[in-house]
């Protein structure tokens, strides 16, 4: 005889139940410093800022050294005696002429055409991201970490309508914002979401770097200036740091770095200590952090903005930290990202408008780092940089681009393009080594790296 069950005893799957939805005005993805200058400042300007970071401060993060153009920016948050207080007086660049030990090349940023600040700092950037993220909260922003942004829902009009998260434990989470700022470094959220992200067609390089005690600082008033050593097959960097620490690294051609064999550190330092002036520096240098190696990072997004939404820093784009310039592009976007988010919520009639003159503002002055970053390395910039000249303030406008005014002084953007033009000359008068030049650069952006780098996904 068969045994009835009745249907009401068999329990039924149940659906998890939906996240709730937090409504917010501003939705920031990314806790660095450019989105935790854009979250202040939108807080400050009365509307309700939600932030999450997917990690947790303080963390590890490169990108220690500051620019003269980012003190306005901190004294505007409120927070540059803090930076002081954490920070290397950096009152310049040493560019050490190539293969020789003893002669260096200095630009002080005190040189520079009209300079706002003469100065900046080298920082740790767990301690900076740190104070950025207090600052942020004590600014009333809802500044949440361990939380990772995992996709976004936009509306028939093509605006962001939901974000769905997740916190560490696991649990769902969900915010209706009415604007988006992605600020997600690397992770690039909205440019892989997208489908925007895009690797660079004119520059590839890889870079392997540590922290170090006990490396030789510069004498005098210039020991806290960044070291910029080319080298066969890239650059190299001395960033001193609080407490001792040295951050040492160096850039390289991709199929320098792709000759590595064995461990990474035995790597960095065959590539440190063949160059001697920077193995000069380190014969009593110990090693403190672990070896870092990060690839195929020049990238940039086909586009900046959207309806409802906005990329700054890293997001946007990266190219090369030679110039140091990715904090500062980063907070100087936020910075600007708060602006439109603020105009666009108050008169949305105002977006397309204020999200163009950011667009071409914040192009301008990439165009500028990048045209630089990408001859860094080729024997006619080698030339220049070896044999500064100030006809024309051609070297001052050079520093005051070190020093990351590229955006608003008139003066300085007209400087730089006659400086183009006496580039050219020179690559005319050394062609044959220029030529070689352009035909490696060429070469390098062909080339594959994959690696244990710290951004997976990059493409």
Same mark, same amino acid.
């Given at each position: 005889?068969?045994?009835?069950?009745?249907?009401?005893?068999?329990?039924?799957?149940?659906?998890?139940?939906?996240?709730?939805?937090?409504?917010?005005?501003?939705?920031?993805?990314?806790?660095?410093?450019?989105?935790?200058?854009?979250?202040?400042?939108?807080?400050?300007?009365?509307?309700?800022?939600?932030?999450?970071?997917?990690?947790?401060?303080?963390?590890?993060?490169?990108?220690?050294?500051?620019?003269?153009?980012?003190?306005?920016?901190?004294?505007?948050?409120?927070?540059?005696?803090?930076?002081?207080?954490?920070?290397?007086?950096?009152?310049?660049?040493?560019?050490?002429?190539?293969?020789?030990?003893?002669?260096?090349?200095?630009?002080?940023?005190?040189?520079?055409?009209?300079?706002?600040?003469?100065?900046?700092?080298?920082?740790?950037?767990?301690?900076?991201?740190?104070?950025?993220?207090?600052?942020?909260?004590?600014?009333?922003?809802?500044?949440?970490?361990?939380? *990772? #942004? /995992? =996709?976004?829902?936009? %509306?028939?009009?093509?605006?962001?309508? @939901?974000?769905?998260?997740?916190?560490?434990? +696991?649990?769902?989470?969900?915010?209706?914002?009415?604007?988006?700022?992605?600020?997600?470094?690397?992770?690039?959220?909205?440019?892989?979401?997208?489908?925007?992200?895009?690797?660079?067609?004119?520059?590839?390089?890889?870079?392997?770097?540590?922290?170090?005690?006990?490396?030789?600082?510069?004498?005098?008033?210039?020991?806290?200036?960044? *070291? #910029? /050593? =080319?080298?066969?097959? %890239?650059?190299?960097?001395?960033?001193? @740091?609080?407490?001792?620490?040295?951050?040492? +690294?160096?850039?390289?051609?991709?199929?320098?770095?792709?000759?590595?064999?064995?461990?990474?550190?035995?790597?960095?330092?065959?590539?440190?200590?063949?160059?001697?002036?920077?193995?000069?520096?380190?014969?009593?240098?110990?090693?403190?952090?672990?070896?870092?190696?990060?690839?195929?990072?020049?990238?940039?997004?086909?586009?900046?903005?959207?309806?409802?939404?906005?990329?700054? %820093?890293?997001?946007?784009?990266?190219?090369?930290?030679?110039?140091?310039?990715?904090?500062?592009?980063?907070?100087?976007?936020?910075?600007?990202?708060?602006?439109?988010?603020?105009?666009?919520?108050?008169?949305?009639?105002?977006?397309?408008?204020?999200?163009?003159?950011?667009?071409?503002?914040?192009?301008?002055?990439?165009?500028?780092?990048?045209?630089?970053?990408?001859?860094?390395?080729?024997?006619?910039?080698?030339?220049?940089?070896?044999?500064?000249?100030?006809?024309?303030?051609?070297?001052?406008?050079?520093?005051?681009?070190?020093?990351?005014?590229?955006?608003?002084?008139?003066?300085?953007?007209?400087?730089?393009?006659?400086?183009?033009?006496?580039?050219?000359?020179?690559?005319?008068?050394?062609?044959?080594?220029?030529?070689?030049?352009?035909?490696?650069?060429?070469?390098?952006?062909?080339?594959?790296?994959?690696?244990?780098?710290?951004?997976?996904?990059?493409?």
């Amino acid at each position: 005889m068969s045994e009835r069950v009745e249907m009401s005893a068999i329990p039924t799957p149940t659906s998890p139940a939906p996240a709730p939805v937090c409504e917010t005005d501003v939705l920031v993805i990314g806790g660095g410093p450019a989105g935790t200058t854009t979250a202040t400042l939108l807080a400050r300007k009365g509307w309700k800022v939600t932030l999450l970071e997917k990690s947790a401060h303080p963390r590890f993060h490169i990108g220690e050294s500051l620019l003269p153009m980012n003190l306005p920016i901190l004294e505007r948050l409120g927070v540059l005696e803090q930076v002081r207080g954490i920070g290397v007086f950096k009152p310049g660049a040493d560019f050490p002429l190539q293969g020789d030990a003893e002669r260096t090349n200095v630009f002080h940023f005190s040189r520079a055409i009209d300079p706002k600040f003469t100065h900046a700092y080298q920082v740790k950037r767990e301690d900076f991201d740190q104070l950025l993220f207090k600052h942020a909260l004590a600014n009333g922003v809802d500044a949440r970490e361990h939380v *990772t #942004v /995992e =996709r976004m829902e936009l %509306g028939d009009d093509g605006r962001p309508s @939901l974000v769905h998260a997740r916190a560490a434990d +696991g649990s769902a989470l969900a915010f209706r914002p009415r604007y988006v700022v992605d600020a997600s470094g690397r992770d690039t959220f909205l440019g892989s979401k997208l489908k925007l992200k895009a690797k660079n067609d004119l520059h590839q390089s890889a870079a392997i770097f540590s922290h170090f005690r006990g490396v030789t600082r510069r004498p005098g008033p210039d020991a806290g200036n960044i *070291t #910029v /050593e =080319r080298f066969a097959h %890239g650059w190299m960097w001395l960033i001193p @740091l609080p407490d001792d620490v040295m951050s040492v +690294g160096a850039v390289c051609w991709p199929e320098y770095i792709r000759q590595r064999r064995g461990d990474n550190e035995t790597f960095l330092m065959q590539t440190l200590l063949g160059t001697p002036s920077v193995s000069k520096r380190m014969q009593h240098a110990d090693r403190v952090g672990p070896v870092h190696v990060t690839g195929n990072y020049s990238y940039t997004c086909r586009r900046m903005t959207g309806p409802g939404w906005v990329m700054v %820093g890293d997001a946007f784009a990266f190219v090369d930290p030679v110039f140091s310039s990715g904090v500062y592009l980063g907070m100087n976007s936020g910075e600007q990202a708060a602006d439109v988010v603020d105009g666009a919520l108050r008169d949305p009639s105002q977006e397309p408008r204020l999200q163009q003159a950011m667009d071409a503002r914040l192009r301008r002055g990439l165009k500028h780092f990048s045209w630089f970053i990408y001859r860094f390395n080729t024997p006619v910039m080698e030339h220049l940089f070896a044999n500064p000249r100030n006809d024309w303030q051609l070297e001052s406008a050079v520093i005051s681009m070190l020093a990351g005014d590229v955006f608003d002084n008139r003066v300085v953007l007209r400087k730089l393009r006659l400086f183009r033009l006496v580039y050219a000359m020179t690559a005319v008068q050394l062609a044959p080594q220029a030529l070689r030049g352009w035909w490696q650069r060429r070469r390098q952006v062909r080339q594959a790296f994959a690696g244990d780098t710290l951004q997976a996904g990059n493409p």
